[in-house]
């Protein structure tokens, strides 16, 4: 997930701008995870997903808070952009959260209805949460 550069260490290739004593995140590796820790609470209820086509490159992930509220994970592990068409249930508003290689959290323009149609980029995952 990240790197710590040692006192003693005067290799600077090995640690890019981490300075001595410090820790660092290695962004391609913690935007990865860091999605799933930050907004889906450590105790929600993981929920069905019943998907027309199951692609292991794009798929959705679903939780219910334990304050009933709704949320849910997007990844896309392909080189283009891909279209999520999601039936969320309800008519709501969705806050929604983008992840990649070099965006950690990057708060999104929020979207309202049951019936969502969402484009990630490239290689990313946003996580969205009924507000």
């Keep these: 997930m990240g ?3 040692p006192y003693d260490d005067n290799d600077f290739s090995k640690y890019a701008n981490i300075q001595k004593g410090y820790f660092d995140y290695i962004k391609t590796n913690w935007n990865g995870v860091s ?4 907004h889906i ?9 019943d998907e027309r086509v199951v692609r292991m490159d794009n ?3 679903a939780w219910k808070t334990p304050g009933g509220k709704l949320a849910f994970a997007l990844p896309n592990r392909t080189g283009n952009p891909f279209t999520f068409k999601i ?8 806050a929604g959260h983008h992840y990649d290689k070099n965006v950690t959290d990057q708060a999104l323009p929020s979207v309202n209805g049951q019936e969502l149609m969402l484009t990630l980029p490239a290689y990313s995952i946003q ?5």
């Design 35 to 38: 999605p799933f820790s930050k």
């Design 3 to 5: 790197l710590w550069r």
């Design 59 to 61: 798929r959705i992930m």
């Design 41 to 49: 609470k450590w105790d929600s209820v993981r929920l069905q997903v």
């Design 127 to 131: 996580i969205w949460e009924a507000q």
């Design 87 to 94: 039936d969320a249930g309800s008519s709501q508003a969705w």
